[in-house]
């Protein structure tokens, strides 16, 4: 009798009863493949095979989370205050960005405290990783060291002793279970091991973290039901000309999500950062157009960042608008809002925008900031020096509040900026210190710049504008 086949998706795990070149759930080409059925069939689930379980009330007392310290401060911040033992966390990343490297220097730090730690390794031999833990210093850091893609030989291996306080897998797309035809890395191979791995960590009381791959779109590759099935998911980022890295949590049952942490990569390792806002920020001392300190909050921590616009004539129809570190339909909302509510003819430059250092923003609250930089840009009038602005727009052209005012503010006063552009405060908000200018509507922001009397004003050069 053959065995019974499927087509699976690796790229969502949707199943389709024939092959495809296009996938009907995600729209992903060249992604369906044929996996066999394994022949166990499920066992009945009727309720006269089961047994009773007792259940909890909810008054009950919480056992105190005793969480895992590692030392690297921005790696505990990220997680919530420590790895939660039992827990299982997936950090992603793109290839060569770090993640490996700050896995070890994590198991390193914790086997420093005498907590046991196993690193498993599918993609490099222990040779290579021994030279990176020399590298880094960690030669003599007492780390379990497994090279094994098996995972019956590594959950074997794990049960021979004492359960460790925290296991690495790198990577998860590595690993496969015997059971199964298909091949690793698949949908079916990547959803059993990890399972198996997470079902082993949380009755042994480890901290698992697995690494995951990710696609050219910057998703974790893989089911999407392996994002569910894990306690804490972190995503490691960075641009290949910069060397700053950032660890983001998107999902976080033990903490707050979108924390972020800020490492340097150097030759020696990853570096934590305790001030991200010094590294996003220029260096320059004179007043440039084009460019607006935005104040921003990332989880709990406030993070300052410069952004820099440039608005041109463009020579060809349509007009190019690029975008680095922020949201393209953001910034297309920004600039109708420029035109059709402060009567800024937008429709026929370049525009490009970007954000320093390499940082992505997603918050609504840097509409200002970037509607500052667009029209310092298109008058030539620099923002003042030390100012920082925050606020979100809306279609109307109303400025509105955003959460985390005082926060903000005290960051800005703590590096030594003097006023903030901000929307009106929703009742008593501490100022920081600095000299506050309210912001009711995007107008009041174009007036500010003169951008009304460009045209009434053509024999005064753009350099020559201030801002009021």
């Known amino acids: 009798m053959s065995k019974r086949s499927r087509n699976v998706c690796q790229a969502c795990g949707a199943v389709s ?29 009727s309720a006269d095979k089961g047994r009773a379980l007792r259940g909890e009330s909810l008054a009950g007392e919480a056992k105190q989370l005793q969480r895992l310290h590692s030392g690297i401060r921005e790696f505990d911040v990220v997680t919530g205050g420590g790895l939660v033992p039992g827990s299982a966390t ?56 497994i090279a094994a893609t098996n995972v019956s030989d590594i959950l074997a291996t794990i049960e021979t002793g004492p359960a460790p306080a925290m296991v690495v897998i790198d990577s998860i797309q590595t690993m496969f279970v015997d059971g199964l035809d298909s091949a690793p890395g698949s949908v079916a191979q990547v959803r059993a091991s990890a399972q198996a791995l997470v079902a082993q960590a949380k009755r042994r009381g480890s901290a698992l973290v ?25 995503t490691f980022e960075g641009e290949r000309g ?30 934590e950062e305790h001030n991200p806002s010094a590294l996003f920020l220029s260096d320059h001392n004179t007043e440039t157009s084009g460019t607006a300190v935005f104040a921003g909050v990332e989880g709990t921590r406030p993070v300052l960042v410069e952004i820099q616009a440039l608005v041109a004539p463009s020579p060809l129809a349509t007009p190019r608008r690029a975008v680095v570190g922020w949201d393209s339909a953001r910034l297309a909302m920004v600039l109708a809002v420029l035109e059709a509510r402060c009567g800024l003819a937008m429709a026929g430059r370049d525009v490009y925008l970007n954000v320093t250092g390499g940082l992505r923003i997603s918050e609504p609250g840097a509409d200002l900031a970037a509607a500052a930089a667009l ?16 606020g979100e727009i809306g279609l109307s052209g109303d400025v509105r509040a955003v959460a985390h005012s005082a926060l903000r503010l005290k960051e800005a006063a703590k590096l030594g900026f003097k006023a903030a552009w901000t929307p009106p405060a929703r009742g008593e908000a501490e100022d920081g210190g600095l000299d ?6 995007l107008s009041d922001l174009v007036d500010r710049f003169g951008a009304a009397e460009m045209d009434a004003q053509p024999s005064i050069p753009l350099r020559e504008r201030k801002v009021r």
């Open 210 to 234: 697995l690494l995951g791959h990710v696609t050219k779109e910057g998703i974790i590759a893989g089911p999407r039901v392996l994002e569910h099935m894990v306690d804490t998911v972190l």
């Open 375 to 390: 029209v310092s840009s298109l008058t030539g009038a620099p923002v003042p020096q030390g100012t920082i602005l925050f």
């Open 17 to 45: 009863g024939k092959w495809a070149g296009r996938c009907d759930a995600c729209g992903a080409w060249n992604t369906i493949v044929e996996e066999v059925v394994p022949e166990t069939a499920p066992k009945s689930t």
């Open 242 to 271: 910069h060397t700053f890295r950032i660890l983001r949590a998107t999902k976080n049952r033990f903490g707050p999500a979108d924390e972020i942490g800020v490492f340097t990569m150097t030759a020696a390792g990853l570096r």
């Open 90 to 145: 997936l950090v992603g990343g793109e290839p060569g960005i770090g993640k490996s490297t700050l896995l070890l220097q994590v198991a390193g730090a914790l086997a420093s405290k005498n907590l046991p730690c196993t690193y498993v390794t599918g993609e490099e031999a222990a040779d290579q990783v021994r030279h990176r833990a020399q590298r880094l210093g960690l030669g003599d850091a007492p780390v379990h060291l």
């Open 436 to 441: 506050i200018v309210t912001i009711r509507q």
